[in-house]
């Protein structure tokens, strides 16, 4: 069970992540080589979920330029209240949602969507809520802004503001997703570790067995943020959870053949 194991690339380690009885070949990675994967997999997961629909989304208006001075209709700040000549509904039923409806006095968090959309942004009058799933939910008032005037024209001045919150945005998911391999890591290995132990795999520390649940989720992971990228289903919860309970599978399954490969 002890064998040494030579130290696998991303991509080798992706491809075993789905076959439970080559676990022994993962299970003796170093600690450095699984955070490596945790960050490298975050990365990847965050370019489908976040990166490509943004960027998707910008081009499809043929950028912020064309979004603020063309597509959008004539906006007005002032006094801490926003004026807008028609009611904006963009993307919706996609990964990115924008609803800027004055009409309304201010929005509430209810009526963000969280469970359908990756980021969606909820404009009314006198306030701005802001929902992206790494930084979870922002409100801003328009009236702490000061004395600030703007338009159509002034949105522009707001580019290296916007490409800041994005670029900071694109990190934080990152970092969400991390943790959540993680946290998903720990709760797996928790389930498994004193089970397993008692049918003779003493050898499998915890921590072993917290990577391993790491790499089960690997594939649920990658299918959860391919539908995000591509909206296909428009609750993506559902895939998630789905996904966690298939992943435990491959673990169990994955320690089943390690505790046959111990007994051998």
Known sequence: M?????SLGFFDQVILSVQPKKYGELVNQNRRKVFSYVIMLSLCLSIMQ?????AGWFLSFGGLDNLFTEVLPAIELQNGRL?????IEIGEGSA???LIDTERVAMEESD????????????????MMVYTSGMGVMEMRFADFGNVSLDNAGLL???????????FSFLMQIASGAFDLLLWGALMAL???????LKGTEQLSF??????????????????AFNASAHLISNNFIIYYAGMMISMMLLMNGLRKLEGQAHE
Not at 2 to 6: K, L, N
Not at 157 to 167: D, E, G, Q
Request: charged letters at 20%.
């Open 157 to 167: 001045s707001l580019k290296p503001f916007i490409y800041t919150v994005l670029a």
């Open 83 to 87: 004026s807008v000549e028609d009611k």
């Open 191 to 197: 389930c498994c570790w004193g089970p397993f132990r």
């Open 2 to 6: 002890e064998t040494e194991t030579q």
């Open 207 to 224: 921590g072993k067995i917290m990577a391993l649940g790491i790499y089960a989720q690997t594939a649920a992971k990658l299918v959860t």
């Open 112 to 127: 963000l969507k969280t469970e359908e959309y990756i980021s969606e942004i909820l404009v009314a009058e006198e306030n």
């Open 96 to 98: 990115t949602h924008i």
């Open 50 to 54: 976040f990166l490509i629909p943004a």
